[in-house]
Structures are given as C-alpha cells and as structure tokens.
C-alpha cells in the first residue's frame, strides 16, 4: 500500500520506518514523506496513494479527494477531526482514523502552564526582565488554591485537568453533556450547568471538541454571564470561543486575561499564505486581523496550537498511527471516526 505521510519532521520519518521494521509492515507498505501541509496541489503527485496520514493543517475536503482516486485510508495524528470533511470521506467510501488518546496528561499539564501564566503574571514579569525593568509593580497575581475552575468537557483532558486543579486545592464545576457521576465522586467535582458554571467560575477552561453544537460555545451572552475579571482558557479549538466577542471581552474587563493554545483561523494566522486559497477569504483575513488584536494584549497568553507538543506525546501518536495503519491493512480498523 502507498502511503503519503504530510507534515512530517526528519525525526518523526526515521522513527515510523523504525515501527514499520519493528511490527514486519516494511514490505507491505511503501511510504513517502513530506514536510509540508497536504493540499490539492500535491494531488497529481499521488495519483497512486491509497492512504494518507496528516496532522491538523491539512484540510481535507471533497475536492482533494475527487483528486485522489485510489484513497482509501486518512490517519490523521491528532484527536480532533474538524479539518476532514467526514461526510465527504464517506462519500467517498474513505475510512478515516484518528488518535484518541496519547496526550490528555500532555494538554492538561499545558492547560495549568497557561493558567498559571496569567493568574502570576509570568509573561508579563518576563517581558519586563527582559527591558532589565525588575520592579514588581503590575505583577501581583492570585492564588489558585480555594479559587473555582470551571470545566467544559469532561472527557480524557478535562479529567487530568480536574485532577491538577484539585491538586492545587482548586473547587472545580464542571460541564457536559455526558456527564460522569462517577468520575465526580472520585476526583471531587460537581457537575452544574452551563450558565451555573460561568457565573462561579474564576477560571473557565475548555475541553470538548469542535462540532456544530460547540462552535462558539463561547459568545456574548456566555461572556456576559461570566464573573467579572475570570481567566478563559482555551486549549480545544479557536472556534469553540467567537473571538469578535472575546475581544470585547477584554477590552471591558469581563475576563481578566485570555490564555489560548488555539485561536479560529490559526491556518491562516501560522501561514499567511493560505489565505490566497481560501475558499471564504474575507473571513480568513478577518481571523488574521483578530489574531493580531489579540497576540497585542498584555492580558493574552498565546501559544501556537503547542499543548500536545510534548516528545513523550508525539511518539504516542506516531505508534498509534501505526497501529492504524496495521489494523486496517489486516481488515480490521481501529479509532475510525
Ligand atoms: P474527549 O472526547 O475525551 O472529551 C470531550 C468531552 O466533551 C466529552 O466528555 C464529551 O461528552 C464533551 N462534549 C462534547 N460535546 C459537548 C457539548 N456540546 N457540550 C459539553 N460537552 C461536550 O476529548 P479529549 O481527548 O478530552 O479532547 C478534547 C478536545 O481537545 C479535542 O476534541 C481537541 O479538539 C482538543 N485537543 C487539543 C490539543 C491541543 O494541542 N491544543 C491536543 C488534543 C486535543
């Protein structure tokens, strides 16, 4: 089977041939491996290719598989799915796998980074050491402990991220829509809902998956719910939070800081150049501009889409991409969406 591996780093291409050796795949599968994003412009070159493994920026949409003809495989190395048109694959007959699990400590333990960057103003006072300022005017922060986290999504990240908070002494509310009572008795939380948790929430943080019914989860009328001055955390992905609103936000003192792995339109915002094909491009740059408001904040923390990048986690991922790849090769697939 071919198999076109895209946004792949040098390291990353020795060790899955390592894997492929090591599970006797090396003659069954014949890879190629690219740095770059998968796009529509690679499609002549991989006339051939019956799967594809990517990571999230690379979009797959109808028209990149009308292009492929002999797809039948997309492992994509990440959790989240939002940037593959599944109904476009099914369409076309194409299985896609995902990663289910390989970095909720990874993402939790990025969560707190971002937290604690804010509530003790660790940016900030960096940015002043740095202009040999070492006054500590402006930097006084607050404690964790006694505080109340609210969390959005309580599944594999949202539980370590429980699990940390209550380490540090925190009350934690939590919201879902499949909630788990169990999991409450153990780890000490109370399920509530959505606008119980805005209101007590000093810090709201959020953990479920981009989906029609999430996407800007995070509006107006949710910011205007919020206790006066919390933190927003945002580690899922950028279009679970409106950022129109957000902005408002803080510039009126409703939130007190935003800390953001993610942010809507990051594509766009990592490679300008993406912006020329993008099928709605008023609203690619409308997310560049934002992003540029935002990154401008002393009240923002902002880390590029980095909470899974840990090497522990990357090489859960390339593992279970294998497994993939081997199990549907055996007729069997495994962490299909
Ligand atoms: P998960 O599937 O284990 O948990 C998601 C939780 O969200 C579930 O408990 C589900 O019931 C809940 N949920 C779904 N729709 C909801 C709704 N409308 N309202 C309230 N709750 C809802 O997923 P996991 O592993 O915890 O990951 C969560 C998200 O984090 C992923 O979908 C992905 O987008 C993002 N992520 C971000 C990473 C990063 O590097 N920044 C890395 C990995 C994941």
Redesign the pocket.
Known sequence: MRVAFFEIEPWEEKYLQSRMAAMGLDGKIHPCFHPDRLTLAHASALADVEAVSIFIYSRVRDDLLQALPRLKLVLTR???YDHIDLEACRRHNITVCHV??Y??TT?AEHTFALILALSRKVHKAYLQAQRSDFSIEGLRGFDLYGKTLGV???????LHVIRIARGFGMRVLA????PNPLFADVLGFSYTDLDVLLRESDIVSL?????P??RH?INREAFRKMKRGALLIN???GALVDTDALLQALEEGILGGAGL??IEGEEFVKEERALLTSPSASEAWRHVVQARLLLRREDVVFTP?????SWEALQRILDTTMMNLKHFLEGMPINTV
């Open positions: 990440s959790t989240g289910p699990r970095g909720e993402v959005i999504g309580t599944g594999s990240i949202g919201y879902d829509i499949r953990h479920t998956p981009l989906t019914q999430t989860l580690t899922g992905r792995d993610v889409h980095i909470a899974f990048n």
